[in-house]
């Protein structure tokens, strides 16, 4: 089982990125798939989910109408489209993989993302 994220990098405020999560090794379309985030000194929170078969997607406060996630299950690929990038949304950004039913967890190494001008 692998999840690699992809696409961080340093952007200015105001700025755009995105996100993908490669996955391999499992039945991508029988998992909900999520970004979280840590920042530095902080716990991780989570950001952002879509069910297995992207019907339904949902978001943490900070980041609604901003960020947009969606997946591709050809592909096996969720993304994070992220807009209008502020200094907080710093953070190294991590992809889950939960199944919808019996709950098995996976998680990526992280992709860094650095807004600063």
């Known amino acids: 089982v692998q999840l690699v994220e992809s696409g961080g990098g340093l952007v200015q405020p105001g700025g755009s990125l995105r996100l993908s999560c490669a996955a391999t090794?499992?039945?991508?379309?029988?998992?909900?798939m999520n970004w979280y985030r840590q920042a530095p000194g902080k716990e991780r929170e989570s950001v952002a989910g879509?069910?297995?078969?992207?019907?339904?997607?949902n978001y943490t406060d900070s980041v609604k109408g901003r960020f947009t996630i969606s997946r591709d299950n050809a592909k096996n690929t969720v993304y994070l489209q992220m807009s209008s990038l502020k200094p907080e949304d710093t953070a190294v950004y991590y992809c889950n993989a939960r199944h919808a039913m019996f709950g098995m967890n996976y998680w990526g190494k992280g992709t860094l993302v650095t807004v600063s001008s």
């Open positions: 879509i069910t297995y078969h992207g019907g339904s997607t």
């Open positions: 090794g499992f039945t991508f379309s029988s998992y909900n």
